[in-house]
């Protein structure tokens, strides 16, 4: 019996990670773009729902799912770059409430398009072949597909530290977050790393949509929880920490598969009481906010 | 000639519109009133009419924090939807007098101010409507999951309330003319309420905290409970209207807790023009008219709410009254 509900344990933490990895890839979205430009994005639940969607009309049009990981963040990512460019940069220097209602605005207008062509009505989504199953993985049989979203997410942290870390691209990105006023000095176009980083940024919660397709399906109202659940971590971990946006995201993922074993009907209230709590004692969140990966 | 005409014209008007615009700010709260009693013979519809005056009292709430004190909450329809929840069960489910239940209605918002407040104003700037956000999708859940008092998905229906009893004379609640004076009457006293807040020493300090916190703080005063007393008054002013809604469509939707209804704040005082008096109220009209129009032609409404929200963000960010203000100063 001790041994079952250790198991069962054992499985809920996979399956918090599993969760906590799609927080993780939109929280270093959110942190990233606040970072460098100070702008909240509030449209980017709308962005990872545009994932999801985009990703189901492509495989309905015979793309496969392999095709479609590289393809969705892409055309998020696209989107994320004319958006700045047409509709964020004019509101820069114009108070940090204007871009938030900007991108407010257009989570409305994303969210209604979607309606307009894929009808309210949600669609489930079919786990890709190769990764239907389950796997033993010590504690007991853990979907495969739940694994294949921690791997995914472990390789998009992996690549995009080697990229912040080990380019020059990296470099004036992390000393843009620090001063921008100093990297423009230094004759750095500093607009063209705004435009990229939000479009990583979005591109990132494009994939984040498109991974969770397949465990609930798609609505067009599927950004709006999970927007206030990415606010949440990135206020537990710190914004404009990436490292906080990680560990938080884990953190928010296991609490809430953890609430939902115990008390099911509090799952998703727990994670608001656990940021309470961070607000009380440490306002800043656990990684304050220093520079960019610090 | 016509030129000449022309500019010995202008200067007049803009004379005459800038007398009536201090005029205005005199005497807003009793022309504002004027304009309420007025206003059911000029609307389409009693009900609409009803809406845009809850609406507006509600965006009014909003805009003391937003456009007075300076700061964007994403969390004002908790306060709204804890209002209109509180007077809801007080007639559903304990059998209260009409007026005990607005009473606690107002006694939801502060409450479920005071406790928002408290956590939010700990983080500022950014983080504020993030926070704000968040803790009022919390009590979204909290509300949704109590399915025995609320109703959960369904919404509390039953929040009848037929005749209003005041002082010995009987209202007949259900005739739509009555209806709209008795929540005109509220809204109107609350209108002086607000002009009064504004007018008194408090409401200097709240205007003086939005323009520059480090000179509030060196002139001795504490700026975060300044910041907390004002979040609470403006749920006191949300929870008012969140009640009046329930009066009004005896039923809650459990709409009425979502985000979309915080946004839909920052939307008519964005219209209007946040940090003026008239705004909020200018703001729900536009929209609620506007969205009775446009559904008559298409279910999509939501996506000229969205290209709205845009426009007047990048090209229109003093709203339509803040707009007619700033012209006639120059």
């Known amino acids: 019996m001790a041994d079952l509900t250790l198991q069962l344990l054992g499985l809920q933490l996979f399956t918090g990670i599993a969760l906590g990895a799609l927080y993780v890839l939109l929280a270093i979205g959110l942190s990233l773009i606040f970072g460098m430009l100070t702008v909240v994005n509030f449209a980017h639940g709308a962005f990872y729902m545009l994932g999801a969607y985009v990703g189901l009309w492509l495989l309905m049009h015979g793309v496969n799912f392999w095709t479609a990981l590289i393809l969705v963040p892409l055309a998020i990512g696209a989107l ?67 694994l294949f979203v921690i791997a995914a997410t472990v390789v998009v942290l992996v690549g995009l530290w080697l990229f912040l870390e080990r380019t020059s691209f990296g470099l004036i990105v992390r000393a843009g977050a620090r001063d921008p006023e100093i990297v423009r000095i230094l004759g750095v176009n500093i607009a063209r790393v705004w435009l990229i980083v939000f479009g990583i940024g979005t591109g990132l919660a494009g994939l984040a949509g498109l991974l969770a397709a397949p465990l609930q399906g798609v609505i067009p109202e599927m950004g709006g929880p999970i927007l206030a659940e990415s606010f949440v971590v990135t206020v537990v971990g710190g914004m404009g920490s990436l490292l906080g946006a990680v560990v938080a995201g884990l953190l928010v993922g296991v609490v809430v598969s953890m609430t939902s074993l115990f008390a099911p009907e509090m799952s998703r209230v727990a994670i608001f009481a656990l940021m309470a709590i961070v607000l009380l004692l440490r306002p800043q969140g656990f990684f304050g906010r220093a520079g960019l990966m610090s | 000639m016509l030129l000449g005409s022309a500019t010995s014209v202008a200067p007049d008007t803009s004379e005459r519109m800038r007398g009536f615009l201090s005029f205005a700010q005199r005497r807003r709260a009793w022309l504002a009133a004027l304009f309420l009693i007025l206003f059911p013979l000029v609307a389409p519809f009693k009900a609409l009419a009803a809406m845009i005056l809850i609406y507006g009292l509600y965006a009014l709430g909003f805009n003391i924090l937003f456009g007075y004190l300076g700061l964007l909450s994403f969390g004002h329809s908790a306060l709204f939807g804890t ?89 007949d609640f259900v005739n739509p ?74 039923i809650v939707p459990i709409e009425t807790m979502h985000y979309d209804t915080s946004g839909l704040a920052v939307m008519m005082c964005l219209l209007g023009g946040m940090g003026t008096f008239f705004g909020p109220f200018i703001g729900a009209a536009i929209f609620l008219l506007l969205e009775n129009l446009v559904s008559l032609y298409t279910v999509h409404w939501q996506l000229i709410v969205g290209a709205a929200f845009i426009a007047c963000v990048l090209f229109f960010p003093r709203g339509v009254w803040g707009t007619i203000l700033q012209r006639s100063r120059t």
């Not at chain 1, 309606?115 to 239907?132: A, H, K, S």
């Not at chain 2, 209605?105 to 504020?128: M, N, P």
């Not at chain 2, 005109?184 to 409401?203: D, E, Q, T």
């Open chain 2, 177 to 250: 003319i009555v209806h709209y004076y008795v929540i005109a009457a509220f809204v109107i006293v609350a209108l002086f309420a607000l002009s009064r807040i504004l007018a008194s020493p408090f409401g200097a300090v709240i205007e003086g905290v939005r323009e520059s916190e480090a000179r509030a703080r060196a002139s001795g005063i504490d700026v975060a409970r300044v910041r907390f007393v004002t979040f609470v008054v403006s749920g006191a002013f949300c929870g008012l209207a969140g009640a009046l809604l329930a009066l009004h469509l005896s």
């Open chain 1, 80 to 146: 994320g770059l004319l958006v700045e460019r047409t509709l964020i940069r004019p509101l820069y220097g114009r108070g940090l409430d204007y871009p938030l209602l900007l991108t407010f605005g257009l989570s409305y207008m994303i969210v209604e398009l979607v309606r307009v062509f894929f009808g309210n009505t949600g669609y489930p989504v079919d786990t890709p072949d190769v990764l239907q199953g389950a796997v033993d993985i010590g504690v007991g049989y853990f979907p495969l597909y739940r």
């Open chain 2, 83 to 171: 209002g209109a929840y509180f007077c809801g069960i007080a007639i559903t489910h304990f059998g209260l007098p009409w007026w005990a239940a607005l009473a606690l209605g107002v006694l939801g918002g502060v409450l479920a101010a005071a406790a928002i407040g408290a956590l939010a104003i700990r983080t500022l700037g950014i983080y504020f409507a993030m926070v704000t956000l968040a803790l009022s999708q919390c009590l979204y859940y909290l509300f949704y999951e109590a399915t025995d008092w609320t109703g959960g998905e369904n919404g509390l229906t039953g929040v009848n309330v037929k005749t209003i009893n005041l002082f010995g004379f009987h209202l």
